[in-house]
């Protein structure tokens, strides 16, 4: 699917003041408020035939059901400047996210709460007597300050419920022990001593109400926009490319891999992938929720997303078709060049590498480095989007002469 702007390859690096590298989150944010505070002319560029980035979506032609292309996307944000701009694009659904877990044979409430809790143990523990067994079960990691996710994780939940739901399911994402990831990967989950099961703890959350591509369309509307897809920044054969702009002294935001844009030349940084198999099922309903993990390890993948479930109003109103259903499963493996690079692994030897990377980046002429590749930062979409909007202010405003 294409963006209805993809015809606008005509255009020349010398018709526009800013020329921006991927149509992600970070790339159209930027667009959007040079355009909006700097009246520029921008440029996007991106290698793929679609707006969006990672979020991007498309409908399916069969069923109607809106699948995430990359990989299930929930917004969720407390960041009340985010918010307040997100809703300027889009208007957003009341979804909740919550997600369940198959462990041994059995289901169970993600994140861990109270409701996991006793399911697990066969009990009725109150939370009093919960953060108390907890507290237990962690040993020796409850009084330290956790320097990686296996200490963070013990520390939270306690050995027997970190073996049983996190271990593993660790592992098969990340190929890397847990005690040489970073500790933050883990705290993005909640735990709670009470039934609540909302997956995140933000003040609001919900998914775009026309689907995703409606909303980032939306945010480049703007004739002084124009947009060419399936253009490689490293292509030299297109005008866009990296030697051209560099010998133009032309502003450029960067939201590629930033190791590429240095053809790695002090190493690779090590990214995680996902694939996605596919299967179609002759139900209204496969899982009854929108999400479930497998904990063990003897399941090859680590979750199955059921997309229909994200939009039960669709459901309702007779957008989707009745009695069918699409069903993704991830499958989770270390990238390799060519791949989608999909999440930093960020061992300590990554973040010394990716500092030498940003030291290289922060001297380099009129050019930005953002967004999760060119940073190398496990964000979510919200924190993209914050980020864009300081890097417009710090940044980018001053090279457009604002
Ligand atoms: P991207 O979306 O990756 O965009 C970068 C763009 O640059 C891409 O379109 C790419 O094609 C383009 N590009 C790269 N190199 C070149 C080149 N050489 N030339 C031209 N173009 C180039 N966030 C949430 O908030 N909630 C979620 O539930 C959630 N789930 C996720 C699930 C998965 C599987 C993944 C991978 C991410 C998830 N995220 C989620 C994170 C979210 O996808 C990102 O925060 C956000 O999309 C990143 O935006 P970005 O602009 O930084 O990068
Ligand atoms: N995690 C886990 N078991 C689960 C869900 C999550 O061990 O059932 C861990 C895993 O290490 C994962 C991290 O918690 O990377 C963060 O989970 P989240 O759902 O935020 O991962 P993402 O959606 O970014 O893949």
Known sequence: MT????????????????????????????????????????????????????????????????????????????????????????????????????????????????GTINQFFRASYTPTQAKALIEEQAGRYADVEPQNLNDQGIKLIGQPLYEAFIKNYTGKQWQTDPSELPAS?????????????RYFKDTWEGLPKDGYTAWFENMIKDPRITVSLGVDFFDESQPFNRNVLAAMSKPVVYTGPVDRYFDYELGELKWRTVDFKEKRYDEDDHYGCPVMNYADADVPYTRAIEFKNFNPERVKSGAYKPGRTVVWREYSRFAE??????????????????????????????????????????????????????????QVAPMLGK
């Not at 526009?16 to 992600?24: K, N, P």
């Open 337 to 394: 060049r060519g791949d989608e690079p999909y999440y930093p692994v960020n061992t300590d030897a990554d973040k010394t590498l990716y500092e030498q990377y940003a030291a290289r980046a922060a001297a380099t002429p009129n050019t930005v480095f953002g967004g999760r590749l060119g940073t190398y930062k496990y964000y979510d979409m919200h924190n993209v989007i914050d980020t864009a909007l300081t890097a417009y202010e710090q």
């Open 185 to 197: 990967i883990i705290r993005r989950l909640p735990v709670r001593f009470n039934y609540n099961n």
């Open 3 to 114: 963006t209805e702007k993809s015809s606008d390859a005509q255009v020349k690096p010398e018709d526009v003041d800013l020329v921006i590298v991927g149509a992600g989150l970070f790339g159209l944010t930027i667009a959007q408020q040079a355009v909006e505070h700097a009246g520029a002319r921008v440029h996007i560029i991106d290698v793929r035939q679609h707006i969006g980035g990672n979020a991007y979506s498309y409908f399916d032609e069969e069923t109607g059901i809106e699948i995430h292309k990359y990989g299930a996307h929930l917004f969720h944000t407390s960041n009340k400047r985010v918010w307040d701009y997100v809703n300027r694009f889009t208007q957003f659904t009341d979804y909740v996210h919550r997600v369940y877990t198959t462990h041994e044979g059995e289901v169970y409430p993600l994140p861990i709460n109270l």
